[in-house]
């Protein structure tokens, strides 16, 4: 079994990838400036129904007690899919879900497809593996569409190219599109005009592509239908022009009944994007003759879904409905931007999927790019207790590294116990402090500490320190004589 | 092989979920549900609602004189739009003279580009969020044709407009299964600086009678 | 009242002043505390980073040491929040059931500083006073954790010659989050800045907050850039009387 979460096993680890964005001006001039746009957007969408909390915890309820019955649901799936003339795949891992989705393209002699918006096709990587394989694929969000134009990768889950400007979108556009067979003279950066030149350019590839392939927001159990959530209408255009669809689709996307639906798509629009409801949605079964695909297929993908669900808290992070609110309220996320988290997946809902996913062989300085500060919980459209999430993780994480003797031995662990006697015996306590006291004297400068040394450094190259005052409290409290309880 | 996946994949998630006794079905049955699925606002209301979140998004809603085929040409006439794909069940009797409307016969998708636009009927609107949703029939026509043209002209019946999404789902229980298309607002991103911009793919132009 | 103080290991080492100002404003008002001095550390430096079977002694120890009193304040409310929220999870983890019952016997009878105030004792003007221009910081586990909401502000608006200011973005987080400011030390500085900015843009002459944590992150910052703006725990402010400036 082969696990791909992106490139995530070979991204750099999150403070030196922060480092790199941290000194990008202007990609954190533009993630500031989207974020703090959405997230206005969000909570005046969000305070403005008095049934939000309700619908909150209904969200919660409907896909905590989904996944605790997941397989039931899957079978019911399936089975409606196929009944209504859909074929059904199972993907354990990445690699068969690449190989299964090249397959049916190649049956069909395909050389291009068409693609919607799915960050489970960048999870598996099934761009450059249909590539590989002589397929080329177009993405057709525009978003999608500016980040594959410019060789790069998407920085969030709901708007992937927040960390583009306008001006850089008229750049690449200008060096990729071919303008002039478009009509275009003296392209600028008014988005207006951007738009339009990606709408012309995809519209050849809507009217001419005849297989398209498309994730899924939601994938209901009791009709087998598949709902996309979109703005712009290429979902539409893949998901009706081209004879032939696949879906690749997350087994963590499951909704138990068209009902349920009643309640997410009134929390996803509102947490993603900030609407009341976005432009389109498209809800469909199996195939309808002479309306849309001929022939439709669904791939269920596992790809470390399952390890993710051994975690007892852990798990709650596959009820996430990838509306990023998290990331737009990440105090973290806006100074580094997405491409920090090294994954698909980004900011707090990704510092806890990435890891679990890959069953925390990589991605392990994910769970501590966090300062705990629980926005992320407060926004999240489906309750899911991200902080408590994120230092459940680091425990594992931690005992792992004990278990070895190298880890045993590391500074961080050491102090960490010494601390830890020190705090459980008082009598430790006070020896504790004068030996801090002393140890300080030779950092002290001008009456306050400056530069600190190995793992306490990072403090101070930014900032000072008081010194440890001449009298601690209990000193203080015992020399005035007040009452001392034991 | 992906048979054998299948297996695995079950195997695991029943690992992971322990051997839980408990009816699936029950179990759903008794997740509280405390959010509003029944709306509040009279007749009037709902539609002046409906109006105004309509606008909100830059559809435009038109108002019904009583003639139907008078009120469509009026508002195709306002906008130029003379030539119109229609479904093939979409009334007769609605269609007005002095335009030129074709029956969507399985009309390709480069006879559907050159058109002016389509009309349609739909199935319900939604009032809170400004939404019309059509099914796939032969009265409001396939997906394809409300898509590839740029102007999509829409007639919904006022009754058949609710306040609350779960209405509308409720609503579309018996047709679920059928390809259901949710409209608010015409064709939009805000993928370039978080500025909402029309029109991308899909009609940039909706345009609602209401009746 | 009897009131027994918990202190805090980083208060009482780095912010003495502040458990000071507690017991000073407590007595003033009628109560009398108690100091149970084999206390140490709540433990969440160590739960927060991962070493969670690590607070198993502590919380032990806290709640040993604690057990007869009535009412147990405590001047942070990360460490409220770590007892509140994690306490009874530690014990799970220790399976022992006798911890369990312990713990969430005496969860309730702890308090943040500020609820002991305005919930305890329905207080808003506790008679201080402190001339000077103010912005208030919520610290996120007040904030999103405790849900302290508007206690603080309601008793930092009762402060005689006070001149509260609004900050912008208050709510956003410090970035000092535990050892997450070493660990992460670049991005922390950066979530410090823009705090800083905010507080600058204010004009205030102190920047306060229930927290000494995110305040000797803020005092950090504000001190290697030259800045005068001090920083001074709430309850220093609200102990300050015309007789006994803090």
């Known amino acids: 079994m082969s696990v791909h979460v992106g490139n995530a096993e070979s ?60 397989d039931f649901y899957l079978e019911q799936f399936e089975e409606n899919v196929t009944h209504a003339g859909g074929h059904v795949h199972w993907a354990a891992d990445a690699d068969e879900a690449d190989q299964i989705v090249t397959r049916i393209v190649q049956d069909r002699q395909g050389r291009e497809v068409i693609k919607v918006k799915t960050m489970t096709s960048n999870e598996i990587r099934l761009n450059e593996y249909l590539e590989q394989n002589g397929i080329t694929p177009h993405e057709t969000d525009l978003a999608d569409l500016i980040v594959q134009l410019g060789n790069q ?59 398209g392939i498309s994730g899924a ?71 309808t003759p002479g309306d849309g695909p001929s022939e439709f297929h669904v791939v269920l993908l596992d790809n470390g879904r399952t390890q993710v669900l051994l975690n007892r808290e852990g798990r709650d992070a596959l009820n996430c409905i990838r509306c990023g609110a998290c990331l737009n309220v990440c105090p973290v996320y806006h100074q580094t931007g997405g491409h920090a988290y090294g994954s698909v997946y980004q900011g707090p809902i990704g510092a806890i999927i990435t890891p679990q996913l890959q069953s925390l062989e990589h991605s392990r300085t994910l769970p501590f790019a966090s300062s705990l500060c629980g926005a992320c919980y407060d926004v999240c459209p489906v309750k899911i207790n991200i902080p408590e999430i994120l230092i459940q993780l680091r425990g594992e994480i931690v005992r792992d590294e004990q278990s070895s003797a190298g880890g045993k031995l590391k500074i961080e662990n050491l102090g960490m116990h010494a601390l830890a006697l020190f705090f459980s015996h008082s009598g430790l306590m006070s020896k504790a402090e004068a030996m801090a006291r002393f140890a300080q004297r030779s950092f002290i400068h001008g009456g306050v500490i400056t530069d600190l040394p190995g793992m306490l450094r990072g403090w101070t190259e930014s900032r000072d320190l008081m010194p440890i005052p001449k009298t601690s409290f209990r000193h203080w409290w015992k020399a005035h004589g007040k009452e001392s309880a034991e | 092989m992906s048979h054998a996946s299948k297996s695995a994949i079950f195997a695991r998630i029943r690992a992971a979920n322990g051997h839980r006794s408990g009816d699936p079905l029950a179990e759903w049955e008794s997740i509280p549900r405390d959010y509003r699925t029944c709306g509040a606002l009279g007749f009037e209301d709902r539609i002046k609602l409906f109006d105004e979140r309509i606008r909100h998004y830059d559809g435009t809603p038109f108002y019904s004189t009583g003639d139907i085929a008078a009120d469509l040409a009026n508002v195709l006439s306002e906008r130029r739009k003379h030539h119109l794909v229609v479904p093939l069940e979409f009334p007769q009797s609605w269609l007005p003279a002095g335009f030129s409307f074709t029956r969507d016969e399985n009309l390709s998708k480069q006879q559907l580009d050159i058109v002016d636009g389509v009309l349609t009927t739909c199935t319900l609107g939604i009032a809170l969020t400004g939404t019309v949703v059509l099914e796939s029939s032969p009265q409001q026509g396939r997906r394809a044709a409300t898509l590839i043209p740029d102007y999509h002209l829409c007639v919904l019946r006022k009754d058949d407009i609710v306040e609350l999404v779960p209405e509308a789902i409720r609503r579309l229980e018996p047709i679920k299964d059928r390809p259901l298309t949710f409209f608010s607002g015409p064709s939009a991103t805000v993928d370039i600086e978080m500025t909402r911009v029309r029109g991308v793919h899909g009609p940039r132009t909706l345009d609602i009678l209401l009746v | 009242m009897r ?60 709640a040993d040491i604690f057990r007869d009193d009535e009412i147990i304040v405590c001047p942070s409310s990360s460490c409220v929040a770590m007892i509140r929220d994690h306490y009874e999870k530690v014990a799970l983890l220790a399976d022992d059931a006798t911890l369990v019952a312990k713990v969430k016997e005496i969860v309730p009878r ?137």
């Open chain 1, 11 to 70: 991204a750099p680890p999150f403070p030196e990838a922060a480092h790199n964005a941290l000194g990008d001006r202007q990609l954190r001039a533009n993630v500031r400036n989207a974020t703090d746009l959405i997230q206005a957007k969000r909570n005046r969408m969000t305070g403005e129904l008095p049934d939000w909390e309700q619908l909150r915890s209904a969200g919660q309820a409907i896909k905590t007690h989904t996944l605790r019955h997941l």
């Open chain 1, 153 to 211: 990768s998407p920085s969030h889950i709901v708007v992937p190219a927040l960390h583009i400007n306008r001006t850089q979108v008229r750049d690449i556009f200008r060096a990729k599109l071919p303008l002039p067979e478009l009509g275009i003279e003296n392209l600028t950066d008014d988005p207006s005009q951007l738009a339009e030149a990606a709408r012309l350019y995809l519209r050849q590839k809507f009217l001419s592509v005849d297989i």
């Open chain 1, 217 to 287: 927001n939601f994938a209901v159990a009791d009709t087998g239908g598949v709902v996309i959530v979109e703005s712009e209408g290429n979902g539409r255009m893949c998901l009706t022009l081209p004879d032939v669809l696949i879906s690749v689709v997350g087994i963590e996307k499951i909704v138990p009944t068209f009902q349920d639906l009643e309640v997410f798509l009134q929390l996803l629009p509102r947490s993603a994007t900030g609407e009341r409801m976005n432009p389109y949605n498209s809800l469909w079964t199996g195939v």
């Open chain 3, 3 to 62: 009131i027994s103080l918990f202190i805090t290991c980083y208060n009482d080492l780095l912010f003495p002043d502040t458990g000071i100002a507690v017991v000073n404003l407590l007595e003033r008002l009628g109560h009398s505390v108690i100091f149970r001095s084999a206390q140490t550390c709540c433990g969440q430096m160590h739960y927060n980073t991962g070493y969670q079977r690590e607070t198993i002694p502590l919380v032990r120890k806290f």
């Open chain 3, 110 to 246: 702890v308090f943040e500083f500020t609820e002991l105030l305005t919930d305890r004792f329905e207080l808003e003007d506790v008679g201080a006073y402190y001339p000077h221009k103010v912005a208030y910081h919520p610290s996120c586990h007040g904030l999103r954790m405790l849900r302290l909401g508007d206690r603080p502000i309601r008793l930092l608006r009762h402060v005689e010659g006070i001149e509260l200011v609004d900050l912008l973005n208050s709510t956003e987080c410090c970035g000092f989050g535990g050892t997450f400011a070493v660990k992460n030390a670049e991005t922390s500085s950066a979530m410090l800045q823009d705090k800083i900015r905010c507080i600058l843009d204010t004009g205030a002459e102190v920047c306060t907050a229930a927290d000494n944590s995110c305040l000797m992150h803020i005092f950090g910052g504000l001190h290697r850039q030259k800045q005068p703006v001090k920083t001074v725990h709430l309850a220093q402010i609200l102990a300050a009387t015309r007789k006994y400036a803090q």
